[in-house]
């Protein structure tokens, strides 16, 4: 089991900038493939960024490239996403997924949190 806890979701004007966290227990973290995936509500999960075991492959949304990085710290069991330049289209509860392939499948990730919620005002 690995267990995932986000944080560092809130509101922010248009054109700012927030870094989520996204702290992992249980297995070892370094063995899986770390993804972000956001929500709006009435709309399904997409995927947002991922980031291989190494931290040295990274994938994004186009919506949200150039805009949004993902990096991690194995030694601290922690997954990051960056985001500059909001947009109110970027409003979604926000949640970090681990899995043992890349894909950008939410169905194919084994483990969840429980999500943070971003909101931006225009």
Excluded: H
């Excluded at 929500?39 to 991922?50: L, T, Y």
């Excluded at 805009?67 to 601290?76: C, E, G, H, L, V």
Aim: overall charge positive; proline content about 2%.
């Amino acid at each position: 089991q690995v267990q995932l806890v986000e944080s560092g979701g809130g509101l922010v004007q248009a054109g700012g900038s927030l870094r989520l966290s996204c702290v992992a227990s249980g297995r070892t973290f370094s063995n899986y493939y770390m993804a972000w995936f956001r929500q709006a509500p009435g709309k399904e999960r997409k995927f947002v960024g991922g980031i291989d075991w190494s931290g040295r492959t990274t994938d994004y949304a186009d919506s949200v490239k150039g805009r949004f990085t993902i990096s991690r710290d194995n030694a601290k069991n922690t997954v990051y996403l960056r985001m500059s330049n909001l947009k109110p289209e970027d409003t979604a509860v926000y949640s970090c997924a681990a899995g043992t392939i890349f894909t950008t499948s939410p169905t194919t990730y084994d483990y969840w949190g429980q999500g943070t919620q971003v909101t931006v005002s225009s």
